[in-house]
């Protein structure tokens, strides 16, 4: 069975480290069906990152946390750290992360080999298919892997530099409606 959690102790220590080094952070806490907001960031930014999170609630201290593992932790914070802050953690603790941006401000930080294109591989390998039957867009970091996976992969006009070289192609931008436009033109030439 694959790794999909971080260890509760895991997530507590990240938290820690990455708030002690880096300061506000405004971190958002992902369990199955909630996301967890610190009482400490002010409200006017919870109630924004709420906006990205779907179900959420606050908690006074990251140790009233619910005694369960976490899928992911995402930090607002530039996207450049991430490499940093995977590197730091991981040369300390026996469960690794993988960390990187998802949007300029926002780091994503998950269990050691769990992204996009890992999740898709396993999708796909249910389904008896493979990258080869796969289009893919995608603007940010988070992206990377889901792109060098598939064997149609795209990547958005606006989206980061580094994302544009592991993309095949590229898609007009999210602004534009990229993403239907290019697969308006898969499906016109099945026709």
Do not use: C
Request: charged share 25%; glycine share 6%; net charge negative.
């Amino acid at each position: 069975m694959l790794l999909t959690q971080l260890k509760r102790e895991t997530a507590l220590s990240l938290l820690k480290e990455v708030s002690d080094k880096y300061g506000k952070v405004a971190p958002m806490v992902f369990e199955t069906d909630v996301a967890y907001f610190h009482r400490a960031i002010p409200k006017t930014e919870r109630d924004f990152l709420a906006y990205f999170a779907g179900q959420s609630a606050v908690v006074d201290h990251w140790e009233d946390l619910p005694k369960k593992d976490i899928l992911q932790i995402t930090f607002s914070l530039d996207n450049s750290k991430a490499p940093e802050i995977e590197k730091e953690f991981n040369a300390k603790h026996e469960q690794k992360i993988s960390a990187f941006g998802s949007a300029n401000t926002a780091i994503d930080t998950n269990v050691y080999g769990i992204n996009k294109g890992a999740g898709l591989k396993h999708l796909l390998a249910k389904l008896n298919l493979t990258g080869d039957d796969l289009i893919a867009f995608g603007d940010s970091d988070n992206d990377i892997a889901m792109l060098d996976f598939a064997k149609y992969s795209y990547a958005m006009a606006n989206g980061m530099p580094i994302v544009k070289e592991h993309a095949k192609y590229i898609a007009p931008a999210n602004t534009e409606n990229g993403v239907f436009r290019v697969l308006q033109k898969y499906l016109d030439a099945d026709k």
